[in-house]
């Protein structure tokens, strides 16, 4: 199976560290699309080679993925109806691992991706001039301290086994100087390994942006949204693809048991639906 994430964004959408990569070199930024015509390319020939020699038993769909990247392709593909047009046994995916060696295939037993979830969390105050504080409610304070109460979720909440991640990677306040504005907006990325660390964290990022903002006589909307699941990888398939990879590349070709990556990835909703 390979999936594929989009098209390189037009230059003014780009964030200023893409446009500095594009500055120095266009290859920096073209290896990954490049890694997606290799998907292709690896998917054609793995096509062409089965056909020609038919040496295997049962029905192989070759699966391409599209929009991997924020598009949600995987669970489109389901919505449609994939799995009763195809039925499968087992699904198998391989994804590209920067910083492992060339050459190298790693393998993840259990959860091995992280969910990927959104907040938006918007907090209301009352906009006046800079030199009259006293009669305006400030909802950049009180943005500015439910960004700090939110890094305790993880260190007091979740408990210290499991992992989570609360990122707050974007505050959005204000038009100028002396001015206190009306709004103030957050934008959040969530990821953890557990469905129950999953709701643990909806949870208290609600109810901490909520309190937070009431402290300051604001208040706080939060538009939660759950995108990807954690991706779980079968504990029986991993084994079957281990031992097919140890007998195509041998031992020092296999890292047989990678970490789980904090990174997220689409293919998890096949794996909802079908072991692999």
Known sequence: MAGGGGILPPLPTMTPFLRKLLGMNWMLVLVMYALLIFGLFMIESAARHLAASRNFNGTLHLIFQPAEEGGGGARVMIEDGFFEKFPCDAVFALHNMPGLEAGKLGFIDGPAMASSDTATITVRGKGGHGAMPHVAV????AAASIVMAL??????????LDMGIVTVGAIHSGTTFNVIPETAELKLTVRSLRPAVRDQLQQRITEIAQAQAAVYGATAEVLYERRYPVLVNDLESTAFARRVALDWVGDAGVIPHLPPLTGSEDFAFFLEKCKG
């Open 151 to 160: 890094q305790t979720i993880v260190s007091r909440n979740v408990p210290p």
């Open 138 to 141: 400030d909802p950049v304070v």
